[in-house]
């Protein structure tokens, strides 16, 4: 019997050492290293995160400035300010109106995108032939230095 009970407190034993866990000094040790390796990898991702949504709300306008040309090819003006850039989704009921309309409209959707920060386009041409596309940026504030334009010089 009493073979059986060294038996079995040495089977319950790990390894050489023992049932030996981690101390407290070692846990904080690692979760120091674990955190920094952290603050490294989400400063960087949070980098991205900014500049891929900046990257995407020029895309967004570049495909606004596709609707415009097909609108400008179909009706050889651009849409006016008032009629902002609805009138790539459906036929404008102020301002100068096409004679023809799509039925699909201009953009082959049915809504307008907004920004990827959630908010509309701001859309200006006054003369039926210049335009310039806006997007207010990160700060939702209009002509501030992060604003995205589909004319540079007009953002700045």
């Known amino acids: 019997m009493e073979t059986t009970l060294k038996k079995i407190s040495k089977a319950g034993k790990a390894g050489k050492f023992g049932n030996k866990g981690f101390t407290l000094v070692e846990i904080m040790i690692v979760l120091a290293i674990v955190g920094l390796l952290f603050s490294f990898v989400g400063v960087n991702i949070i980098g991205k995160f900014k500049e891929s949504k900046i990257s995407a ?7 606004l400035e596709q609707g415009l040309q097909s609108y400008y090819l179909a009706h050889n003006f651009y849409p006016h300010t008032t009629q902002g850039l609805g009138a790539l989704v459906e036929k404008p ?25 959630g908010n509309a386009y701001r859309y200006e041409c006054e003369d039926y032939q210049n335009y310039v596309i806006y997007s207010n940026g990160p700060d939702a504030e209009p002509g501030t230095e992060d604003d995205i334009s589909s004319n540079e010089k007009a953002a700045s």
């Open 57 to 63: 709300a020029k895309i967004q306008i570049a495909s």
């Open 93 to 117: 009921t102020v301002g100068r109106i096409p004679k023809t309309y799509p039925d699909g409209g201009h953009l082959g959707k049915k809504n307008l995108p907004n920004d990827p920060w």
